[in-house]
């Protein structure tokens, strides 16, 4: 950047050198990338890499410190739980399902999201004042207690827990689009194209879309993060994914009675969550930075 | 002032409409039968079955069950626990001074540590501190609340003995209740103990519950006062002599409050949200933690009173937020 008023023709690089270079200035958001490039991958590779079966309780061992502690063994390295499961696996096989809740969740958002903000933006007297009054009810409800409320009507599970996150995610992603449409529409290009003969459908998903993708891209990546947090905060209540199906969240919601006796039990799967979710933040700032020109001025 | 707020309840009011229409709708999108739901393993005979309907009007067609619920809510009348057979209203009266002392305690200590730090970081631009402050707040904004919670417990109560596990007050004080608030409460009764036992146990639990919001309160001021730092005022203050104190607080502070004051406005909402876990790791008894007690327990007018109240409870903080607004930068006051 300080080296282009040097030059005289400046080479432009390609968009996406240029979001790469963009994203690797950013020292904190490249190691996060490493770091949840590698817990992606142990947790894909799961049923490979973990020493165990997650569900798998070995009754001479139960709650057996880890490998650094006084009396922990190489057998279990990070130790094992109430039940004499290994730990290490239930992370590992617990990380499939966290961050597989948190991506169907937010692919489950994102796409109607897409489409009612871009629905909102396009028909301003029609349909805009139905859909944005019906997201300012569902934003009334902050995060988790939506979830919960959803929770309460499906029940517990799997499924509805990512029904649950995606639902609290969509007026987010819903508003975004439409402010991000809305100012794009208001361009000469747009006016262009509708008065070059382009349809609706044309101008919403190829003449706009593309131009809005910017914090489209961003708000994902945070609210991956918030949908991991929110997963394991269902779980830890009780109402999210239920045992013995590992999951980081419901594997802290009963460790609870081992803080004393256990702390490993404790301290390890909120960590993993920690790790998880600092990195992609730190990625999201990373890919702001990156993507966002605007923004990068502050701060 | 009044057009402002005219302006704001015209809003407001459509989207307290939907509340109530989405709290009504909780007990009667259950699949199945709504009192078999509710009773779970609890046996009825069809005799009690039918007077439960009754009671709760299940057998009168949806837009009068909704007008009578409706009416009966303007009432003050949250209907009946189906645990506890008290008014949800009384239960709701109790509870509800828990988590609001709670959650003030917590904007409190976000509020003020985070404007310190923010201020710093962002008056230190690219020093240690300022590493160190983004840094942390990274962290704090990442943290799951209910693992927070735990090891701080098994540091400070467990390990260190400092603070107690759970509770508002200890079991030997017996504390007579006026406000509901128990700080103020025990601090009117005189006796030092019970309100340092107050203390010590609100302590924890609101440093849990405001951590996430002290690291945006932090990270959002730092950026905030980066920004107004550069305006021209600040450089014609300095210009002119001002006191290099009296340029930050006076002119740069006031003016980078403005987003802050949104962000703190939206934070209630993470606030209520992360009640519901604080209080149920330090058995805290308000609002979140008798929602999610009642969600096990199938007690679904206290569900539907709990989510309603929260509800309420943030259009109203975000509402007192837009007014806020005014008073803190007269120039939106004037294009009200």
């Given amino acids: ?299 | 002032m009044f057009a402002c707020l005219r302006k704001n309840l015209a809003t407001v009011l459509p989207t307290l409409i939907g509340i109530t229409l989405v709290a009504f709708g909780l007990i009667r999108l259950v699949p199945g039968d709504p009192i078999e739901v509710m009773m779970g393993e609890r046996r009825l005979d069809p005799e009690a079955h039918a007077a439960l309907v009754k009671q709760m009007g299940l057998d009168q067609p949806l837009p009068v069950q909704y007008f009578d619920y409706v009416s009966k809510l303007a009432q003050g009348d949250l209907g009946e626990s189906l645990v506890s057979r008290e008014p949800v209203a009384k239960e709701f009266a109790v509870l509800f001074p828990a988590t609001v002392e709670l959650a003030a305690a917590a904007l409190l200590l976000a509020v003020t540590l985070g404007l310190a730090l923010g201020m710093l970081a962002g008056l230190k631009r690219g020093s240690l501190v300022d590493q160190g402050v983004m840094g942390a707040a990274t962290v704090g904004y990442s943290m799951p609340v209910f693992w927070w919670g735990l090891i701080l417990i098994m540091f400070f109560s467990v390990n260190l003995g400092w603070t107690p596990v759970s509770g508002r007050i200890s079991i030997e004080y017996d504390v007579a209740r006026v406000t509901g608030f128990l700080l103020i409460d025990s601090w009117l009764s005189g006796e030092e103990g019970a309100f340092r036992s107050a203390c010590m146990h609100l302590i924890l639990p609101a440093l849990v519950l405001g951590t996430s919001t002290l690291a945006v309160v932090a990270r959002m001021t730092r950026s905030s006062m980066l920004e107004v730092l550069r305006e021209d005022y600040i450089r014609t203050a300095r210009a002119k002599g001002l006191n290099p104190t009296r340029v930050v607080v006076v002119h740069a502070l006031r003016n980078a409050l403005i987003p802050v004051l949104t962000v703190v406005g939206m934070q209630t909402g993470s606030l209520l949200a992360g009640a519901v876990l604080t209080e149920t790791i330090f058995s805290w008894p308000g609002i979140g933690k008798w929602l999610i007690d009642s969600i096990a327990r199938r007690d679904y007018p206290v569900v539907q009173a709990g989510i309603l109240i929260s509800a309420a409870t943030f259009i109203a903080v975000n509402l007192i937020v837009d007014i806020l607004y005014g008073v803190v930068n007269p120039r939106i006051r004037s294009l009200h």
């Fill in chain 1, 1 to 299: 950047m300080m080296s282009t008023t040097a030059e005289v023709i400046p080479d432009y690089p390609s968009p996406a050198k240029e979001f790469w270079q963009g994203f690797t200035a950013n020292r904190g958001a490249f190691a996060a990338l490493i770091v949840f490039a590698l817990i992606a991958l142990a947790s894909i590779l799961s049923p490979l890499v973990a020493p165990y079966s997650p569900i798998e309780q070995f009754r001479d061992h139960m709650l057996t410190p880890p490998v650094w502690a006084e009396g922990g063994s190489w057998q279990f390295i990070f130790g094992t739980d109430e039940l004499g499961r290994d730990i290490l696996s239930r992370l590992l096989h617990g990380g499939r399902v966290s961050l597989g809740i948190g991506l169907a969740s937010v692919l489950l958002s994102l796409l109607p999201g897409v489409l009612l903000g871009l629905l909102a933006a396009f028909y301003q007297h029609s349909i805009s004042p139905i859909i944005m009054r019906v997201m300012d009810i569902m934003l009334a409800l902050p995060g988790l207690l939506l979830a919960i409320c959803v929770i309460t009507v499906l029940g517990p599970g799997l499924i509805n827990t990512v029904i649950a996150i995606a639902i609290g995610a969509l007026p987010g992603y819903t508003r975004l689009t439409r402010a991000a449409a809305l100012a794009e529409t208001a361009k000469d290009y747009v006016t262009a194209s509708r008065v070059a003969g382009a349809g609706v459908a044309r101008l919403m998903f190829v003449t706009v879309l593309p131009n809005c993708m910017a914090p489209l891209i961003v708000n994902a990546t945070l609210s991956f993060s918030s949908a991991i947090l929110e997963t394991a905060g269902l779980g830890f209540l009780g109402l999210g994914v239920q045992a013995p199906t590992p999951e980081w969240g419901t594997m802290l919601s009963a460790a609870r009675d081992y803080i004393q006796r256990a702390p490993w039990v404790v301290t390890l799967p909120g960590l993993t969550i920690l790790i998880t979710v600092l990195s992609i933040n730190l990625m999201g700032d990373g890919l702001r930075d990156a993507l966002d020109p605007k923004l990068k001025k502050v701060g």
